[in-house]
């Protein structure tokens, strides 16, 4: 009958922050692991002996022994098959590189947080990987693409492998952060381009414009000069040439119309102001990290930058909506104060 081979390697893409309810949690998933692996390798160790014991009767190298002897015999076989290379090689270990270039390497991903050398390491990748018998499991995240878990269980037929396989996959996707903090990551440095062309080139055309453009109610003072000049100077105007001779000359009237909120639309105000700290949010993007040592604090402090910026999408958003209302008041209010 032909063994059913299992989809039992693959990686997972992400960004991560790696707390200690994490760290815990996948520890206990390998524990489980470990104590399927470990029935499976005394099964097999057992078997293994049968098949020697079998070969040495077949041999006759019982012949003429008694208990003793052959207990003493069947001793050498088990001793012999637990010193191969296939059962020999047994480990558990947690490797963390940090940014200084120490790695530690214990059991357990729980034993690294009270380590008193590793206090002030910032953490980078991590790898684990157990060997029990013919069973392996590795979980490696590559120094060369840190937003990626690569998860391997063999041997593949074991119906066991693929269960803890499942189990680690869907532990990497619970603790994996949202899709647009990934999209994020990726973005970032592109989206200054796109800040310029949309927002700030627009402004600076508008602005020139504004610059250059005239005001109605002074227009019509100057005009009224103009015509003065033309028709001749009479003395019953000398009283109306000196009045606009006085308004050009201080720029009266007041301006009967605000460029800002004229030119522009009102709610554009609202639209660059929190776009222009939407963008500068956006060149700090996420990262994984790994709650050991200095990673606990980075945590932290990860995880309170990225609510800040959760709450200013939501503001912008709601902002978009009722930008030109707010934009309006801020203007009554502009106006109030001056």
């Not at 520890?27 to 070969?55: C, P, V």
């Not at 012949?63 to 480990?91: A, F, P």
């Not at 105007?237 to 009967?256: F, K, M, V, W």
Request: contains cysteine; glycine residues 6%.
């Amino acid at each position: 009958m032909a063994a059913i081979v299992h989809q039992t390697s693959d990686y997972v893409k992400g960004l991560w922050l790696f707390d200690h309810e994490a760290l815990t949690q996948l520890d206990t998933i390998i524990d489980d692991a470990l104590e399927g692996f470990t029935d499976i390798r005394k099964r097999d160790l057992d078997n293994a002996f049968k098949r020697e014991q079998r070969e040495h009767e077949k041999d006759g190298r019982y012949d003429g022994l008694d208990n003793e002897k052959k207990k003493e015999m069947d001793k050498k076989i088990r001793k012999t098959l637990e010193d191969s290379y296939l059962y020999s090689q047994d480990k558990r270990a947690t490797s963390i590189s940090f940014t200084s270039g120490k790695t530690l390497v214990v059991p357990r991903f729980t034993d690294t947080f009270n380590k008193p050398e590793i206090q002030n390491e910032t953490p980078t990748v991590f790898k684990f990987e157990t060997r029990c018998g013919t069973c392996e499991l590795k979980i490696e995240m590559p120094s060369f693409s840190p937003d990626r878990l690569q998860i391997s269980v063999s041997p593949q037929e074991l119906d066991l492998s693929a269960e803890v396989f499942v189990k680690l996959k869907l532990w990497a996707e619970k603790k994996q952060q949202p899709t647009w903090q990934r999209y994020w990551q990726k973005s970032s440095g592109i989206h200054w381009p796109l800040w310029v062309l949309v927002v700030f080139l627009p402004w600076v055309a508008w602005s020139l414009f504004v610059i250059g453009s005239k005001d109605p109610a002074r227009e019509q003072v100057k005009e009224e000069a103009r015509h003065l000049l033309q028709k001749g100077l009479k003395k019953e105007d000398e009283r109306r040439a000196i009045e606009l001779i006085l308004a050009i000359s201080c720029g009266y009237p007041e301006p009967t119309w605000n460029p800002l909120t004229t030119v522009f639309p009102r709610w554009w105000l609202v639209f660059s102001t929190f776009t222009f700290l939407i963008s500068v949010c956006w060149s700090f993007p996420p990262a994984t990290v790994i709650g050991v040592g200095t990673g606990s604090v980075i945590l932290t402090r990860r995880k309170q930058w990225l609510a800040f910026v959760r709450f200013l999408f939501i503001t912008f958003a709601l902002l978009s909506v009722g930008g030109s209302w707010f934009a309006s008041l801020l203007n009554e209010f502009l106006k109030g104060g001056n």
